[in-house]
């Protein structure tokens, strides 16, 4: 229960990293170019040219998520498994367990906003998302707790990757410029 808890802890704090080197790169002093509005200038007026970003398409990003909710499902359950192991072994008859269950709900949560977000060009926010895996984390490591001794809790474990790429997608989604319903 211990390691559950740290986890979901370690994965909060860790989640509010991807924010704080957004907002610093978002900081950049913009370059001040002379315009044909400005009086000073002699440039004669021209067209304004505007670039529209458009997301990627739906399927793309889903697969792009789908393919990083699978890494990082199987790959929490192996380092879960292999951290509970090393630095709290139980000596039960299931060492490593709580571990790869662990890791199987926050894996998906590190590993998809980054897929989607890749997949979009970079285009959306990567915090945005981050925020929204956390979430999705939390209420997959909630709901797997309180369901631990019925098949409640594995219906959590298998749908919080799956909440997980469509929380990203649509944060990606939403964050990108020009989307739809913007």
């Known amino acids: ?3 559950i808890l740290c986890a979901a802890l370690v994965q909060t704090v860790f989640s509010a990293v991807p924010l704080v080197a957004q907002q610093s790169l978002a900081r950049r002093p913009e370059a001040r170019f ?6 000073r200038s002699r440039l004669a007026p021209a067209p304004e040219l505007v670039v529209v970003q458009q997301p990627a398409p739906v399927p793309a ?3 792009a998520g789908i393919l990083g909710a699978s890494i990082g499902f199987f790959g929490g359950l192996f380092l879960g498994s ?12 299931d060492p490593g367990l709580a571990g790869a269950l662990v890791g199987a709900v926050v894996g998906p949560g590190l590993t998809t906003p980054l897929a989607v977000h890749l997949a979009n060009g970079g285009r959306g926010s990567l915090a945005t998302g981050y925020g929204w895996a956390a979430l999705v984390s939390g209420a997959g490591m ?12 594995l219906w959590f474990l298998l749908a919080t990757p799956v909440a997980q790429v469509v929380a990203a997608v649509a944060s990606e ?8 319903g913007r």
Do not use: K, Q
């Open 34 to 39: 002379a315009s044909a509005h400005d009086p």
């Open 1 to 3: 229960m211990r390691c």
């Open 173 to 180: 989604r939403a964050t990108t410029g020009d989307a739809p």
């Open 82 to 93: 292999n951290v509970e192991n090393e630095f709290l072994p139980c000596g039960c008859d």
């Open 142 to 153: 909630l709901g797997m707790l309180a369901g631990i001794r019925s098949e409640v809790g």
């Open 61 to 63: 990003l889903g697969m």
